[in-house]
């Protein structure tokens, strides 16, 4: 199954206004969202409790029409939990193997900070590779597969920290934050009796990811925006105040992410625009400030900000280059 991308900015529209039906006011979130969908990667919801967190990723699957799971990361959970375990059948007198939960194409790791370091490492090589070992046996996972894990950054008691090579396997770290007034009053009138959730209805088959993600592959990137995400990976790797700066997934996850937001707004190739619109979403969350940067009150979001104001910008007329190659 082909898709062109003006089917890919159709597709985009309608699981954005489905999504939008349930969540209120967050239409710039769950367009990240279908991005990172679109890019082939996995979404870190971070926020306060009562926000949506796990509302967004509910509705997202159900918009989807693919298969779905929720897990409930707690203390105690083991990482047979999470990917399955061989059972010992004695009517076969054979070892079979139970799939886990991450045998799904959409699971919502709800809360996943509050599980061991051990048991968050379970889900590494699915999110990478999109494969499960168990006991030296390889099972593949059915694509699309995307993992929508949730946690809540102020609340500490209880909770592991991700480690570093778990979150620099999210593509993206998306913050909701509250409504104003206006919102909130909608999401009184919109909950009065029942949750819209539960009449959500998909709006996408796995089929059709499938045909967006091919698509949103052949975007054309210019060899000039190709080095200007290099130079600003590279610069946070270099930055003073920066200790562990993006990876090379961090570069490849921006190039992948710019090339699905010029799909979703109809164009065949990729602005500067589009790259410096998803640094902050797909970059600042893989910076580790060094100690004395943030006894001065830096963030990564602020280190980035001024890596983006100062790193130049490729001329307008690449840009415009494109445009006349389009409409030839």
Do not use: W
């Amino acid at each position: 199954m082909q898709m062109e991308n003006g089917s890919v900015e159709a597709l985009g529209s309608q699981i954005v206004e489905n999504v939008s039906r349930v969540l209120v006011g967050k239409e710039a979130e769950i367009e990240l969202c279908v991005i990172a969908l679109l890019s082939r990667g996995h979404i870190l919801i971070e926020d306060v409790p009562g926000v949506g967190k796990t509302m967004l990723a509910k509705s997202l699957a159900r918009s989807l029409g693919c298969s779905f799971e929720r897990l409930q990361f707690t203390p105690d959970l083991l990482p047979s939990d999470v990917t399955g375990v061989n059972i010992y059948s004695p009517s076969t007198q054979q070892f079979e193997f139970r799939q886990g939960p991450i045998f799904t194409q959409i699971l919502l790791a709800d809360e996943i900070n509050r599980a061991t370091p051990k048991t968050q490492s379970a889900l590494l090589e699915a999110m990478e590779e999109r494969q499960v070992t168990v006991d030296g046996t390889t099972y593949p996972l059915t694509l699309p597969f995307q993992v929508l894990a949730t946690q809540n950054p102020v609340e500490f008691a209880g909770t592991f920290p991700l480690p570093e090579a778990q979150v620099d396997r999210f593509l993206m770290r998306v913050n909701l934050g509250y409504l104003d007034v206006a919102h909130e009053v909608k999401v009184l009138d919109r909950f009065q009796r029942d949750s819209p959730i539960e009449q959500l209805e998909p709006v996408a088959s796995a089929e059709q990811v499938l045909a967006a993600q091919r698509a949103v592959q052949e975007i054309y990137v210019d060899e000039q925006l190709k080095e200007y995400i290099a130079r600003v990976t590279h610069r946070t790797r270099s930055h003073v105040d920066i200790g562990l700066g993006a990876s090379s997934r961090g570069s490849l996850g921006l190039f992948r992410t710019s090339q699905a937001r010029a799909a979703i707004e109809g164009r065949d190739f990729v602005t500067p625009d589009d790259v410096k619109a998803l640094a902050q979403t797909v970059l600042a969350h893989r910076l580790t400030l060094k100690a004395n940067a943030e006894l001065r009150g830096l963030t990564p979001a602020k280190v980035l900000s001024q890596i983006l104001e100062t790193e130049p910008v490729p001329p307008p007329n690449v840009v415009s280059r494109f445009g006349r190659r389009v409409a030839s």
